[in-house]
């Protein structure tokens, strides 16, 4: 086990994404920016480095307990009604994890393409897993003119380790040549199923509306555009969006008053923590507080510019590879703070939400790539770190 204290935030930046098509970035430090505009290279917030003497502390210590290694682990979720979680492998591998630490292959799963940032990817409980074991899972396939992220459901048996009855409700559209920016993060809002979909480095498709790359989509549970969106009147595919603009958010959570979130790769730098709203245009390619790989200008987000500004940016780049925001009681002076795990930092940072304003607030160097951050019903947050050998890790308050 280790124990960590909060460290300073200063980071040894690698990449803006998450595949091997990135390139490098250089070391720097994390800004967060105001509701109405966000300035590059603005101050650094503090990090607390102890408790308070009150009831409930400023922050916390945590000890860090690993368990087992994994393959490309890219998500992980903890199954309602169960002691059991489940973990996507890049590769096209499900695995159940029991309390003991015993891991069981699922069978049943989709055949996946791999390569690149493609593969298996996030897996959600639906919500009726309980009683009927209804799973929502993401994948990339390949079809005419390339490849796409896909969006499934069936049901996942626990006891028998089985996948069944997947259909598939959800696809990226349209289906394009390289292997990044698929983004298929999944996140279960009441009655509907949002789905993070990236420009799969393609830039322009973002601000596309004949195609749903490089936007956030509300969906019904079944698949279909949610009523009330705001292009529903368009019809066609514009009737799915829900924002546009993005270009690579790999997480997705709400906050205790039901806003979303959303955190985001950028380019070389401009990292972004967002909060959606609804019809919003949130820049990309037009906009970005980083800038092309190779140093080509990107005008920052500005005032006036008609794009909706990041809530906390990150230059040079930490990569978040996903979002939790936290509402556990292991830790109660996190309660409500968004978590990003960081794969080019390796870190876990932790960002002060406060309505519609984020404040960057910790940074935990965790010497290793951060692909999810997850918390268990008990209140420990549990990470995945990326790559082969990737070690699952279990924190609880020290």
Same mark, same amino acid.
Not at 276 to 283: E, L, S
Not at 339 to 343: K, T, V
């Given at each position: 086990m280790r124990r960590l204290a909060p460290a300073a935030l200063a980071l040894a930046g690698l990449a803006a994404c998450s595949g091997p @098509? *990135?390139?490098?970035t250089p070391a720097g430090t994390v800004a967060s920016s105001p509701a109405s505009s966000s300035a590059a290279g603005g101050p650094s917030p503090s990090a607390t480095s102890s408790a308070s003497t009150s009831a409930v502390p400023t922050t916390h210590e945590f000890v860090v307990t690993e368990h087992e290694a994994f393959d490309e682990p890219w998500a992980l979720a903890f199954l309602p009604g169960t002691d059991t979680m489940a973990i996507t492998q890049r590769g096209g591998a499900l695995v159940l994890r029991d309390p003991d630490g015993a891991v069981?292959? #699922?069978s049943g799963v989709p055949d996946v393409a791999v390569a690149g940032q493609g593969g298996l990817g996030d897996i959600i409980p639906g919500p009726? !897993? *309980?009683d009927d074991g209804t799973v929502y899972l993401s994948w990339v396939e390949r079809g005419d003119g390339g490849s796409g992220a896909v969006v499934g459901r069936g049901r996942l048996d626990v006891a028998g380790a089985a996948l069944t009855g997947v259909d598939v409700i959800w696809e990226q559209t349209p289906k394009v040549n390289g292997d990044g920016h698929f983004s298929h993060r999944l996140l279960i809002d009441g009655d509907h199923l949002v789905v993070s979909s990236g420009d799969r480095q393609k830039f322009d498709p973002a601000q596309d509306m004949g195609g749903n790359l490089g936007?956030? #989509?509300r969906l019904t549970l079944d698949g279909a555009p949610a009523p009330g969106n705001p292009w529903a009147d368009e019809g066609g #595919? @514009? =009737?799915q969006f829900w924002s546009i603009g993005h270009r690579n958010p790999l997480g997705l959570a709400l906050d205790a008053d039901g806003r979303l979130w959303a955190s985001e790769m950028g380019p070389q730098g401009g990292d972004e923590l967002n909060l959606?709203? =609804? $019809? @919003?245009?949130? $820049?990309w390619p037009e906009a970005s507080n980083g800038s092309h790989y190779g140093g080509g200008d990107i005008p920052d987000h500005a005032p006036g510019d008609g794009f909706e500004p990041p809530k906390a940016f990150w230059t040079p780049s930490v990569s978040p590879g996903s979002l939790l925001i936290y509402d556990g009681d292991l830790f109660p002076a996190w309660s409500g703070d968004a !978590? &990003? $795990? @960081? &794969?080019s930092g390796e870190a876990l940072i932790r960002v002060d939400l406060e309505g519609e304003s984020a404040t960057v607030a910790e940074t935990w160097p965790m010497g290793a790539r951060i692909r999810a951050v997850a918390q268990a019903p008990d209140g420990a947050i549990w990470l995945l770190q990326d790559g082969d050998g990737g070690r699952l890790l279990e924190l609880r308050p020290a």
């Open positions: @098509a *990135d390139s490098p069981r292959e #699922v009726t !897993f *309980d936007k956030i #989509v #595919v @514009a =009737a959606i709203v =609804a $019809g @919003a245009n949130y $820049g !978590f &990003l $795990g @960081a &794969l």
